[in-house]
Protein backbone atom coordinates (compact mmCIF):
# COMPACT_ATOMS: atom_id res chain seq x y z
CA UNK A 1 0.00 0.00 0.00
CA UNK A 2 1.63 3.00 -1.11
CA UNK A 3 2.36 5.13 1.83
CA UNK A 4 3.24 9.22 2.14
CA UNK A 5 4.16 10.32 5.47
CA UNK A 6 5.29 13.82 6.80
CA UNK A 7 6.04 15.26 10.28
CA UNK A 8 3.34 15.48 12.13
CA UNK A 9 3.53 19.11 13.96
CA UNK A 10 2.20 21.13 14.79
CA UNK A 11 4.73 23.55 13.74
CA UNK A 12 5.49 27.24 15.05
CA UNK A 13 7.77 29.56 13.20
CA UNK A 14 8.70 32.90 13.96
CA UNK A 15 7.87 35.62 11.35
CA UNK A 16 10.45 36.17 8.69
CA UNK A 17 12.00 32.93 9.53
CA UNK A 18 12.71 29.73 7.15
CA UNK A 19 9.63 27.08 7.98
CA UNK A 20 10.35 23.20 6.96
CA UNK A 21 7.48 20.81 5.88
CA UNK A 22 8.60 17.17 5.29
CA UNK A 23 7.81 14.35 3.72
CA UNK A 24 8.25 10.96 2.99
CA UNK A 25 6.79 8.16 0.58
CA UNK A 26 6.68 4.18 0.20
CA UNK A 27 6.31 3.87 -3.35
CA UNK A 28 9.36 4.11 -5.31
CA UNK A 29 7.33 4.04 -8.39
CA UNK A 30 5.62 7.41 -7.33
CA UNK A 31 7.16 9.91 -9.91
CA UNK A 32 5.49 13.12 -9.11
CA UNK A 33 4.85 14.94 -5.43
CA UNK A 34 2.57 18.10 -4.95
CA UNK A 35 2.65 20.33 -1.72
CA UNK A 36 -0.88 21.99 -1.16
CA UNK A 37 -1.76 24.46 1.71
CA UNK A 38 -5.16 24.11 3.30
CA UNK A 39 -6.53 26.91 5.27
CA UNK A 40 -8.95 26.25 8.18
CA UNK A 41 -12.79 25.36 6.33
CA UNK A 42 -11.46 25.65 2.56
CA UNK A 43 -10.05 23.43 0.29
CA UNK A 44 -6.64 22.40 -0.46
CA UNK A 45 -5.22 24.33 -3.14
CA UNK A 46 -1.87 23.84 -4.81
CA UNK A 47 1.45 25.33 -4.01
CA UNK A 48 4.10 23.75 -5.60
CA UNK A 49 5.07 20.42 -7.50
CA UNK A 50 8.23 18.43 -8.74
CA UNK A 51 9.11 15.81 -11.07
CA UNK A 52 13.08 16.26 -10.61
CA UNK A 53 15.30 15.02 -8.00
CA UNK A 54 16.70 18.89 -6.76
CA UNK A 55 15.23 21.72 -5.98
CA UNK A 56 12.40 23.79 -7.78
CA UNK A 57 11.87 27.41 -6.64
CA UNK A 58 8.68 29.35 -6.79
CA UNK A 59 8.52 32.98 -4.77
CA UNK A 60 9.41 32.42 -1.57
CA UNK A 61 8.44 28.46 -1.33
CA UNK A 62 11.11 25.61 -2.64
CA UNK A 63 10.57 21.81 -3.13
CA UNK A 64 12.73 19.48 -3.06
CA UNK A 65 12.87 16.06 -3.90
CA UNK A 66 15.46 13.32 -3.43
CA UNK A 67 14.23 9.87 -5.14
CA UNK A 68 16.95 7.90 -3.94
CA UNK A 69 15.85 8.85 0.06
CA UNK A 70 12.21 9.24 -1.00
CA UNK A 71 12.14 12.39 0.66
CA UNK A 72 10.52 15.61 -0.06
CA UNK A 73 10.14 18.84 1.75
CA UNK A 74 8.76 21.88 1.68
CA UNK A 75 10.71 25.45 2.20
CA UNK A 76 9.01 28.55 2.89
CA UNK A 77 11.23 31.19 3.50
CA UNK A 78 10.51 34.96 4.70
CA UNK A 79 7.32 33.15 6.66
CA UNK A 80 4.29 35.59 6.78
CA UNK A 81 1.17 35.03 8.97
CA UNK A 82 -0.87 34.67 6.32
CA UNK A 83 1.08 31.25 5.73
CA UNK A 84 -0.23 30.04 8.47
CA UNK A 85 -2.09 26.66 7.33
CA UNK A 86 -2.30 23.17 7.05
CA UNK A 87 -0.02 21.60 4.31
CA UNK A 88 -0.81 18.35 2.45
CA UNK A 89 2.23 16.72 0.84
CA UNK A 90 0.59 14.25 -2.19
CA UNK A 91 2.16 11.35 -4.39
CA UNK A 92 1.12 10.50 -7.63
CA UNK A 93 2.57 8.51 -10.79
CA UNK A 94 3.95 9.35 -14.02
CA UNK A 95 1.92 12.24 -15.42
CA UNK A 96 -1.33 12.34 -15.23
CA UNK A 97 -1.76 8.48 -14.83
CA UNK A 98 -2.20 7.63 -11.30
CA UNK A 99 -4.01 9.06 -8.15
CA UNK A 100 -2.92 10.78 -5.81
CA UNK A 101 -2.01 9.92 -2.21
CA UNK A 102 -2.04 12.75 0.36
CA UNK A 103 -0.27 12.41 3.51
CA UNK A 104 -1.88 13.41 6.88
CA UNK A 105 -0.84 16.77 6.88
CA UNK A 106 1.35 19.50 9.11
CA UNK A 107 0.01 22.13 10.47
CA UNK A 108 2.35 25.57 10.70
CA UNK A 109 1.96 28.36 12.63
CA UNK A 110 2.97 31.60 11.66
CA UNK A 111 4.21 34.02 15.17
CA UNK A 112 4.05 37.22 14.20
CA UNK B 1 -6.16 25.51 -13.52
CA UNK B 2 -9.56 24.17 -13.28
CA UNK B 3 -12.24 25.73 -11.67
CA UNK B 4 -14.85 23.67 -10.06
CA UNK B 5 -18.19 23.95 -8.14
CA UNK B 6 -19.76 21.77 -5.24
CA UNK B 7 -23.40 21.87 -3.70
CA UNK B 8 -24.48 22.15 -1.33
CA UNK B 9 -21.79 23.59 0.31
CA UNK B 10 -23.31 22.18 3.64
CA UNK B 11 -26.38 19.96 4.66
CA UNK B 12 -27.94 18.48 8.44
CA UNK B 13 -29.07 15.06 7.14
CA UNK B 14 -31.00 12.54 9.30
CA UNK B 15 -29.75 9.11 9.80
CA UNK B 16 -31.00 7.03 6.82
CA UNK B 17 -31.37 9.55 4.58
CA UNK B 18 -29.25 10.05 1.23
CA UNK B 19 -27.99 12.84 -0.48
CA UNK B 20 -26.50 14.12 -3.46
CA UNK B 21 -23.58 16.09 -4.27
CA UNK B 22 -23.02 17.95 -7.66
CA UNK B 23 -19.51 18.94 -8.91
CA UNK B 24 -19.25 21.17 -12.11
CA UNK B 25 -15.65 22.03 -13.89
CA UNK B 26 -15.26 24.65 -16.05
CA UNK B 27 -13.42 22.94 -18.68
CA UNK B 28 -13.77 19.04 -19.83
CA UNK B 29 -11.69 16.68 -18.00
CA UNK B 30 -11.14 12.86 -18.54
CA UNK B 31 -11.16 12.32 -14.74
CA UNK B 32 -12.95 13.11 -11.43
CA UNK B 33 -11.75 12.17 -8.20
CA UNK B 34 -14.34 11.98 -4.79
CA UNK B 35 -12.59 12.53 -1.80
CA UNK B 36 -13.41 12.53 1.62
CA UNK B 37 -11.97 14.61 4.63
CA UNK B 38 -13.10 13.90 8.15
CA UNK B 39 -12.31 16.27 10.83
CA UNK B 40 -8.71 17.02 11.35
CA UNK B 41 -7.77 14.62 9.02
CA UNK B 42 -6.03 14.06 5.45
CA UNK B 43 -7.92 13.44 2.43
CA UNK B 44 -9.06 9.64 1.44
CA UNK B 45 -9.47 9.01 -2.10
CA UNK B 46 -13.25 7.39 -2.29
CA UNK B 47 -13.34 6.65 -6.10
CA UNK B 48 -12.47 7.78 -9.69
CA UNK B 49 -15.28 9.26 -12.26
CA UNK B 50 -14.40 8.29 -15.88
CA UNK B 51 -17.11 9.39 -18.40
CA UNK B 52 -18.72 6.75 -19.97
CA UNK B 53 -17.48 4.05 -17.71
CA UNK B 54 -18.19 2.82 -14.20
CA UNK B 55 -16.75 4.71 -11.17
CA UNK B 56 -13.29 2.67 -9.76
CA UNK B 57 -13.83 2.93 -6.07
CA UNK B 58 -11.16 2.32 -3.30
CA UNK B 59 -10.38 -0.50 -0.81
CA UNK B 60 -13.21 0.20 2.02
CA UNK B 61 -15.31 2.07 -0.41
CA UNK B 62 -18.39 0.50 -2.48
CA UNK B 63 -21.27 1.64 -5.08
CA UNK B 64 -23.93 0.87 -2.98
CA UNK B 65 -22.98 3.15 -0.12
CA UNK B 66 -21.20 5.96 -2.48
CA UNK B 67 -22.69 5.99 -5.91
CA UNK B 68 -21.40 8.02 -8.68
CA UNK B 69 -22.25 9.46 -11.94
CA UNK B 70 -20.48 10.77 -14.51
CA UNK B 71 -23.21 12.00 -17.38
CA UNK B 72 -20.50 14.46 -19.17
CA UNK B 73 -16.82 15.55 -19.40
CA UNK B 74 -17.87 18.40 -17.00
CA UNK B 75 -20.44 17.01 -14.43
CA UNK B 76 -20.25 14.56 -11.50
CA UNK B 77 -22.22 13.09 -8.44
CA UNK B 78 -21.42 11.37 -5.71
CA UNK B 79 -24.57 10.57 -3.58
CA UNK B 80 -24.20 9.04 0.41
CA UNK B 81 -26.68 6.48 0.77
CA UNK B 82 -28.38 5.53 4.12
CA UNK B 83 -26.04 8.00 5.96
CA UNK B 84 -25.28 7.56 9.39
CA UNK B 85 -23.40 9.63 11.96
CA UNK B 86 -20.03 7.99 11.07
CA UNK B 87 -20.79 9.30 7.73
CA UNK B 88 -20.13 13.24 8.92
CA UNK B 89 -17.51 14.37 6.86
CA UNK B 90 -16.51 16.98 3.96
CA UNK B 91 -16.69 15.61 0.73
CA UNK B 92 -14.52 17.04 -1.95
CA UNK B 93 -14.93 16.48 -5.67
CA UNK B 94 -11.16 17.08 -7.58
CA UNK B 95 -10.04 17.24 -11.28
CA UNK B 96 -6.98 17.31 -12.80
CA UNK B 97 -5.68 20.59 -14.64
CA UNK B 98 -5.10 21.25 -18.35
CA UNK B 99 -1.84 21.17 -17.81
CA UNK B 100 -1.23 17.50 -17.78
CA UNK B 101 0.76 17.54 -15.27
CA UNK B 102 -1.19 15.47 -12.72
CA UNK B 103 -1.80 17.77 -10.29
CA UNK B 104 -5.44 18.12 -8.76
CA UNK B 105 -7.44 20.98 -8.17
CA UNK B 106 -10.58 21.03 -5.89
CA UNK B 107 -13.64 21.80 -5.26
CA UNK B 108 -14.85 24.14 -2.21
CA UNK B 109 -16.10 21.05 -0.57
CA UNK B 110 -19.78 20.10 1.21
CA UNK B 111 -19.97 19.46 5.00
CA UNK B 112 -22.13 16.66 5.67
CA UNK B 113 -23.39 16.71 9.40
CA UNK B 114 -25.55 13.53 9.94
CA UNK B 115 -27.82 13.45 13.00
Known amino acids: QKEVEQNSGPLSVPEGAIASLNCTYSDRGSQSFFWYRQYSGKSPELIMF????GDKEDGRFTAQLNKASQYVSLLIRDSQPSDSATYLC????????????FGTGTRLTIIP | SAVISQKPSRDICQRGTSLTIQCQVD?????MFWYRQQPGQSLTLIAT?????????ESGFVIDKFPISRPNLTFSTLTVSNMSPEDSSIYLC????????????FGEGSRLTVL
Open chain 2, 27 to 31: SQVTM
Open chain 1, 90 to 101: AGGGAWGNEKLT
Open chain 2, 94 to 105: SAEGQGNTGELF
Open chain 1, 50 to 53: IYSN
Open chain 2, 49 to 57: ANQGSEATY
